[in-house]
C-alpha cells in the first residue's frame, strides 16, 4: 500500500493507508479484513450437542452461510453458536461457513467449520439366546 506523507511517497508493508483529509493533514485508514482465530475442526459424539464461540482479531459481527448452516444456531454479535444434537445414522458431518465482518470498515473474511459426528454404540433391547433348556435329573 502506498501513503503519502508531507514530503514525499512511501511503500509501507502493512495494509493501512494514509488518507489525505486536507491541506498538511492526513488519516489512517483501516484497509484489512479481520482474520478469524478460532478453530475450525470439531468432533462430537452422535446425539450430542456442541456449543462454541467463533472469534476474530478485531471486532466484528458473525453471520453464516453453507449448505448446512441452517442446522446452526448463531449469536451475530458475540459470535456464540450451536449445533443441536445429530445422528450419526442420518449425517456424519456437518459444515458450514462463519463470516466475520469487521465493524470498522466492513471487509469480511470466511472460515469453514467442519463437525465429524461419531457413531456411540446405542443400547438395545435384551439379547434374546435360543438354547434348549433341560431340566437336571
Same mark, same amino acid.
Do not use: C, H, M
Given at each position: 500500500?502506498?501513503g503519502r &506523507? ?6 509501507? *508493508?502493512? +495494509? /493501512?493507508? $494514509? ?6 493533514? @492526513? ?13 475450525a475442526a ?18 466484528? &459481527? ?6 448446512? *448452516?441452517? +442446522? /446452526?444456531? $448463531? ?6 453458536? @450451536? ?44 439379547t434374546t ?9
Amino acid at each position: 500500500a502506498v501513503g503519502r &506523507t508531507a514530503d514525499a511517497w512511501e511503500w509501507r *508493508a502493512s +495494509l /493501512i493507508d $494514509l488518507v489525505p483529509v486536507g491541506a498538511g493533514q @492526513s488519516q489512517l485508514l483501516d484497509v484489512t479484513p479481520p482474520q478469524i482465530t478460532s478453530a475450525a475442526a470439531f468432533t462430537v459424539a452422535e446425539n450430542s450437542a456442541l456449543s462454541q464461540v467463533a472469534s476474530a482479531d478485531a471486532a466484528v &459481527t458473525w453471520s453464516k452461510s453453507g449448505a448446512d *448452516a441452517g +442446522l /446452526i444456531t $448463531l449469536n451475530e454479535q458475540t459470535g456464540a453458536w @450451536s449445533l443441536a444434537a445429530q445422528d450419526y445414522e442420518a449425517r456424519t458431518s456437518v459444515s458450514f461457513a462463519l463470516v466475520a465482518t469487521k465493524r470498522s470498515n466492513g471487509l469480511s473474511s470466511a472460515q469453514t467449520v467442519t463437525v465429524t459426528i461419531t457413531d456411540v454404540a446405542e443400547g438395545g433391547g435384551p439379547t434374546t439366546l435360543n438354547a434348549a433348556w433341560e431340566a437336571p435329573t
